[in-house]
């Protein structure tokens, strides 16, 4: 058995190579966008006769490009690749599920990233872990390391990149966010073959005020209250982009030679940028918060059973990815069971699921606390019973 998981690395790469990196992503961005223009007249005027999206056929029709624009050789062919398979996805998703259909990207509002699909093939992990190697397509004039046949530019990694004896590599992205460079690693481990039994389960109810209320095999009840820091940074983001929707987006400015342009203004720029960086570490603190939580229900049961509930309130799509993954790595249980939605957002509610779940409480336990858990970045979890 194997468990997959990513591995976030900063990079630093020199001033010169981030303009090549730059302008790699930016080519994948414009052959994004021209491929879903193809795929969208071909579908509205010529009734899909192409077929694009049978097979491999997108991809191939993106190599073929080359050709006709021979910019696109610059980049490496795993990356540009990339870009035919994700207007794929998302449209394979937006057949299968609630998703809307692919829309065109700004790389202004959003780099697009590098991925490369295969072990070393494109990149290389080098010196010990420190150095990450990122090839590029055919660039005249760019010197080009030995035993190798494309140009590539050196990045140092933050923390070196070691696997372990049972790891290997699955893929490697790169990606840009604030203005600073991280490398995504994907890595699958193998894990030895444990049998877990299922006799200490906890069903978990989202569809409360709490974020959730839980009963488990010895009939304890669980109270987690509402992540605050959800809403903390939730007004911080709502209060920076009202300051920046308030500035200039075109601001005139001119160039040495006298011609004029528009362009937002710095303040604008400036309070941009602390958006981002509010949304990343909203991001970056809330998943921590919620591994946190599903280590700790995992060191103390077996089976982890969760309704089927969806919110715009509550982070509970992104817990329970979270759970899954945890026991998968634990080589643990877990289940999404679908209840009826009247009538469950109490206590009562939580008991009247778990009897619909199929699980009854254990009668040698006579004990029924109830606690009372809260999450905070700074302190962690904190109980108390009631």
């Not at 990450?132 to 990694?157: A, M, T």
């Not at 602390?274 to 939580?293: C, E, M, Y």
Request: proline share 3%; net charge positive; hydrophobic share 35%.
């Amino acid at each position: 058995m194997s468990v997959i998981y990513n591995k976030k690395i900063e990079i630093t790469f020199k001033k010169n190579d981030v303009c090549i990196l730059d302008n790699q992503s930016k080519i994948c961005n414009w052959l994004y966008n021209y491929l879903l223009e193809v795929c969208i007249k071909d579908y509205m005027d010529n009734n899909d006769s192409l077929k694009l999206l049978d097979g491999r056929n997108l991809r191939n029709y993106a190599t073929s490009l080359k050709k006709e624009y021979p910019f696109l050789k610059t980049v490496y062919s795993a990356p540009l690749k990339e870009c035919a398979y994700r207007i794929k996805r998302a449209y394979i998703k937006s057949f299968t599920s609630s998703a809307g259909l692919p829309n065109f990207r700004s790389w202004k509002k959003k780099w697009f990233s590098l991925v490369f699909d295969e072990p070393f093939k494109g990149w290389e992990v080098k010196d010990d872990g420190n150095i990450i190697s990122v090839s590029l397509g055919k660039i005249p004039d760019l010197p080009v390391e030995d035993g190798k046949r494309n140009p590539s530019v050196l990045g140092k990694l933050k923390v070196p990149m070691i696997l372990e004896p049972d790891e290997r590599y699955k893929l490697f992205s790169l990606v840009k966010k604030d203005n600073k460079f991280y490398g995504i690693f994907t890595i699958e481990k193998q894990l030895p073959l444990i049998h877990s039994s299922t006799s200490k389960w906890i069903v978990l109810n989202l569809e409360t005020q709490d974020f959730f209320i839980s009963l488990d095999y010895k009939g304890d009840i669980l109270k987690f209250k509402q992540i605050n820091l959800v809403k903390y940074w939730d007004n911080q983001i709502y209060n920076i982009k009202a300051k920046r929707d308030d500035c200039k987006t075109k601001y005139k400015k001119y160039t040495t030679s006298g011609a004029k342009f528009t362009t937002h203004s710095s303040r604008w720029n400036k309070l941009n940028d602390a958006l981002n960086t509010a949304k990343n570490t909203k991001q970056s603190q809330l998943k921590g918060i919620l591994f946190q939580i599903s280590l700790y229900l995992y060191k103390h049961y077996d089976l982890i059973v969760v309704t089927d509930y969806t919110s715009n309130v509550k982070p509970v799509g992104y817990f329970r990815r979270i759970l899954k993954w945890t026991s998968e790595k634990q080589q643990k249980h877990f289940i999404i069971n679908s209840h009826p939605k009247e009538n469950s957002v109490d206590i009562e509610g939580t008991r009247h699921i778990t009897r619909l779940a199929g699980y009854c409480v254990d009668e040698l336990y006579s004990s029924n606390k109830t606690l009372v858990g809260e999450a905070s970045f700074k302190e962690g979890l904190h109980f108390k019973e009631i």
